[in-house]
């Protein structure tokens, strides 16, 4: 059990390593806006691996594992509020990227509900192995959901002005470690 819920938060944090952007840093609003999206994704991300941390040096009960979703349920509503306060990229296709971003927002936040509620009715060694399960897909569904985010922003407007801001931006680099 402990494994598999280690092994899940592993590959969501190494999705997230690589689902962002790359380059040097810009000035444009745009590039501000772009910064501002892997900011706060890269917060997210660190806190997520502080609670991976947390659950790997600590024995695993259903204590420990509740007390885990609710510190990735915090740390989502975090994100959801970061990247609603960055409005829109100026571009032709910021309210689409606003949107996109505010749909991967509340994605987040009902795959955070999905395995808290997953935790919250599990009982017995079957019920808490059902409810790593559940959070272990769960945490699959949310890395292609950023992964997917971050391709389909850097995608949206012909002038490849948000890819653009992406690859210009120092706060990006390190989602993709470069």
Same mark, same amino acid.
């Given at each position: 059990?402990?494994?598999? =819920?280690?092994?899940?938060?592993?590959?969501?944090?190494?999705?997230?390593?690589?689902?962002?952007?790359?380059?040097?840093?810009?000035?444009?609003?745009?590039?501000?806006?772009?910064?501002?999206?892997?900011?706060?994704?890269?917060?997210?991300?660190?806190?997520?691996?502080?609670?991976?941390?947390?659950?790997?040096?600590?024995?695993?009960?259903?204590?420990?594992?509740?007390?885990?979703?609710?510190?990735?349920?915090?740390?989502?509503?975090?994100?959801?509020?970061?990247?609603?306060?960055?409005?829109?990229?100026?571009?032709?296709?910021?309210?689409?990227? +606003?949107?996109?971003?505010?749909?991967?927002?509340?994605?987040?936040?009902?795959?955070? +509900?999905?395995?808290?509620?997953?935790?919250?009715?599990?009982?017995?060694?079957?019920?808490?192995?059902?409810?790593?399960?559940?959070?272990?897909?769960?945490?699959?569904?949310?890395?292609?959901?950023?992964?997917?985010?971050?391709?389909?922003?850097?995608? =949206?407007?012909?002038?490849?002005?948000?890819? +653009?801001?992406?690859?210009?931006?120092?706060?990006? +680099?390190? =989602?993709?470690?470069?």
């Amino acid at each position: 059990m402990r494994k598999t =819920l280690i092994g899940a938060c592993a590959a969501l944090l190494a999705v997230l390593a690589v689902a962002g952007c790359g380059g040097s840093s810009g000035t444009t609003a745009t590039d501000t806006w772009a910064s501002g999206v892997c900011t706060a994704i890269t917060t997210w991300q660190n806190q997520l691996k502080s609670i991976e941390t947390s659950v790997k040096s600590g024995n695993v009960t259903k204590d420990s594992i509740n007390n885990a979703v609710s510190q990735a349920q915090s740390a989502t509503e975090q994100l959801g509020k970061s990247l609603k306060k960055l409005g829109k990229p100026d571009t032709q296709a910021g309210q689409q990227a +606003k949107t996109d971003v505010q749909n991967l927002s509340d994605d987040l936040s009902k795959g955070v +509900k999905t395995i808290q509620d997953a935790v919250s009715n599990a009982s017995g060694a079957a019920g808490v192995l059902s409810a790593v399960s559940t959070a272990a897909g769960t945490l699959s569904t949310m890395v292609t959901q950023v992964t997917t985010t971050m391709t389909d922003l850097q995608q =949206l407007d012909a002038t490849g002005e948000l890819e +653009k801001a992406f690859k210009n931006s120092a706060a990006c +680099k390190p =989602l993709l470690g470069s």
